[in-house]
């Protein structure tokens, strides 16, 4: 019986679009980070490892990782904490919890561009309503701390001109921005639990909320947590709008929230790096692969139950 | 030492109340079924024994102490779940281990590590109780399993390992045996009622198999709509229910609920057949004649007392085969002997007498009639 070729036809039009819309564009951008070529130009040179050996090298790029990995590892054990805790607070109240998950999931909806005019506006330095409201603490108790009386004698903080404070108002406003998502899976997680579980605890004696919470809860939600970090760590790395909303000049004070997409960003689009702005997109596309494969791991080891 | 007593216990949902006092005394050992069909209140009964429901008023009291205010946790009792509820992420050793470390352990001494340094004995204790009962329900080998890779016999028994390796006062079961295929279900049929036997702890077992009910219980409470109709051993039950529903649910296949007519004498006709026993006069009227189908025997000839009718379905089971017959106005299922009606096939006419002494008479509200030999009913009258 001749072998039909029918299975190959089922199948094309998907891996044709895959190679088109994926592979390919990851294949080229691959292949120009080995070159020097600029949009408009009608040739390049290959440059072979120039490129990496910038990024590695230089200290613009060296701030990029500091400012990309603070990011992320601010904001994504605080986003997935937060969208814990505010998911079992809202599934414990009988009343309400349909108002506090809308709350909570404004700054998601919200376009954070939009959203950025309101934060310059609540920090700045002098006019702004942190700076405003800390300064009515002056001459209390509060001036113990040497944080206060510093503030009260010269000036509170330039939270998002000075360099030892801009990352940390960025990261800030990445918390505030994800956990609300994180929160809305954690809540689709909470009910897929079953009942039985918890009743089945109870009668093996699990008296107080940390029992239950660590011998049901938990663990039921493992595939939710691994999604979960997941998402928002990619998310973290592929931050843009805040920085690019808040410094457009470049990457902040001293170049402290130089984050990896603003990089590309700048390199690739703004200064027609496209050699340049391809090979960081390579690493960056390295950090996400690696992630992935890691929730793989974990999924396939330890979180995969039925 | 005595067992669980409920007083009065009643409970609603909103406005529709699914237990209207409840009251019932259970016996220390005893395998005790809670019997109904679906929607009459026996696992919310159960769940209030347990506590993981509140009851809207009444009393539970176990040991006789009363554990009204008492949670499910404190009470000392032990549950098997309909859908075994194991803990998917422990093995079965782990999930039989949960009970006895919450129980028996502190919160430093649950640590992985240090709690075996500090708490090594009561550790050891823990792995000995769990050995224990898994060699009593032969589940050695599955104890490094996770739930996911049993099978649902073998869940079962993960499930009633974890409820057996602390000493409870009393096992609830809440239809444990409904997710299991056919065949296992007869099988742990058999092997629970010897379990309780070994074990000698009481045992309340919720289901809406009569069968179950009928092979395993020293007792049984049939539950229809948020009360006790009839509490009594299986065999009494069966032979003589107090309420036509009872009869109408325990016994398969169901019992023949003829419409039959008392005339002002007591004398009882049904479908064309008059029965010797009659009925006090003052139920004269409509009621309800029950022939369970065993009780009914072919005849060849068309007489006294035979009910007749057309032969619309067989149903052969091997041991027995069962015919529905075509009366009238309805339909009557009467149990033969595969050999003797061999022959017979739909749409044949048979004829049927009542076994003497077997029939059970209901009044209008399903309530059980006493019926009495003809000649001293008369004598009651004149007298």
Known sequence: ?????????????????????????????????????????????????????????????????????????????????????????????????????????????????????????????????????????????????????QGCERTFPLWLGDRDYAIWTVSFIGVWQGFGFNMVLYLAGLTSIPRELYHAAEMDGAKSGWERFRLVTWPMLGPTTVFVVTITCIRSFQVFDTVEAFY???????????????????????????????????IFLIFVLGLTLIQRWLVERRVHYS | MAG????????????VSVLK???????????????GPSGCGKSTLLRIIAGLEHQGGGDVHIEDRPVNGVRAAERNLAMVFQSYALYPHLTVAQNMAVPLRLRELGFFERFPLIGRMIAGAKHAEIARHIKETADVLQIGPLLDRKPGQL???????????????????????????????AALRVHMRAELAELHRDLGVTFIYVTHDQAEALTMSDRMAVMMGGEILQLAPPAKVYDDPKDLQVAQFIGSPKINALEAEAASDGTIH?????????????????????????????????GEGTISGNVVHRENLGSDLFLHVDIGSQRMVVRADPLAASTLRTGDTVHAIPLPGRAMAFGADGARLHLQEPVETRQAVVA
């Open chain 2, 4 to 15: 669980i007593r409920l007083n009065k216990i009643t409970k609603s949902f909103g406005d």
């Open chain 2, 270 to 302: 049904v479908s064309g057949a008059t029965l010797t026993r009659r009925v006090d006069p003052a139920h004269a009227g409509r009621i309800t004649v029950g022939l369970r189908p065993e009780h009914l025997q072919l005849v060849p000839e068309f």
């Open chain 2, 21 to 35: 006092g409840i009251d019932l005394d259970i016996r220390d050992g005893e395998f005790l079924t809670l019997v």
């Open chain 1, 1 to 149: 019986m001749p072998r039909s070729r029918a299975h190959i036809l089922f199948v094309a039009p998907a891996i044709f679009l895959m190679i088109a819309i994926l592979i390919l564009p990851i294949i080229v951008a691959a292949t120009l980070s080995f070159t020097d070529y600029s949009l408009g130009n009608d040739s390049f040179n290959w440059v072979a490892w120039k490129n990496y050996d910038r990024i590695v090298s230089r200290s613009s790029f060296q701030k990029m990782f500091t400012a990309t990995l603070t990011y992320v590892l601010v904001v994504v054990p605080l986003a997935v904490g937060l969208g814990l805790g505010a998911a079992l607070l809202i599934n414990s109240v009988s009343r309400f919890g349909d108002v506090y998950k809308t709350i909570y999931f404004l700054p998601v909806m919200a376009a954070l561009l939009a959203m950025a005019i309101v934060w310059e506006f609540t920090l700045h330095p002098s006019v702004g309503l942190i700076n405003q409201t800390l300064a009515r603490g002056c001459g209390t108790w509060l001036e113990w701390f040497a944080f206060f009386r």
């Open chain 1, 248 to 282: 457009p000049q470049g990457g902040g004070p001293s170049k402290s929230v130089y984050v990896m997409m603003f990089a590309i960003f700048e390199k690739g689009i703004q200064q027609n790096l496209i050699g340049l702005g391809s090979a960081i997109t390579m």
């Open chain 2, 151 to 181: 099978s649902g016999g073998q869940r079962q028994r993960a499930a009633l390992g974890r409820a057996m390796v602390r000493k409870p006062v009393a096992f609830l079961m809440d239809e444990p045996l409904s997710n299991l295929d």
